[in-house]
């Protein structure tokens, strides 16, 4: 009976996490040391649940009770559907915006079968995590939209993992974060922005540029509508008006620059010199 109960200690010791565990993002660190005082204090009262060998639901449980140097208590999930499961217990114990919803479903859409399903029994364990083979599915199992699943794999597949964080924090948007990624679509680029400027400088950036897109598409439609070209009077003052916005582009990309302050310094000189020589032309009527 002892050794059975040490190798089960020893089992509960040098456990990994189910990929399904994984859908979910793990505490931060002020939580887990809350949790790991609570554990200390008052023991493991919600046991943690194992599934094919590994935690399907409990990871900050786990964490904190060898933290707290408390034996963890697990016991064998016997149900059939493993995911249903832990995004109900999830789900409802986290208080989750559409955003970190949504990389959660970007992760539910990601999971793979797991195995070779090269025997019966492992076809009956990885028929259960054939969990979704759809976005769809995914948008469905978090109460979310089709598109915002889509941004949030995005952000995966394109992010930095401090981006991803930032999402998952609650602190970005994931529409703003996927734009981000087109945007800076060097991650370690993204992961110098953020660390410098934080979430910040991120939707600075996002904010100039869908400024400076609504200005290049208002300034290329009044370029081709050949109404502006009716009248002599009306095509110089669409051309002036164009320019400037065009003028206006150039320094709203220029001014999402961070960093090389030399360049940058020369290129808002180029600008301004092509504003005043414009201003020349337009004051000489020609």
Known sequence: MNNQNSTKTNALKDLEFHEIANIFPMMDHDRLMELVEDIRQNGLLDPIELYDGKILDGRNRYKACLLAGVEPIGNEYTGEDPLKHVLSKNLHRRHMDESQRAMVGANIANLKRGGDGSNQHEKSKSANLQISSSVAEAAEAVNVGVRSIASAKKVVSSGDKSLQTLVVSGQLP????????????DKNRQA????????????DIVKEERKAKKLESTGYSRIDDPRTKTKKDDSTSSSVCTSMQFAELAIAHLERIQDWHARKLEAFRLVRDWMDNKERVWTNGK
């Open 174 to 185: 994931v529409s703003a974060a996927e734009r981000f990624t087109k945007i800076v679509t």
């Open 192 to 203: 110098e922005i953020i660390e410098k400027q934080g979430v910040s400088g991120v939707k």
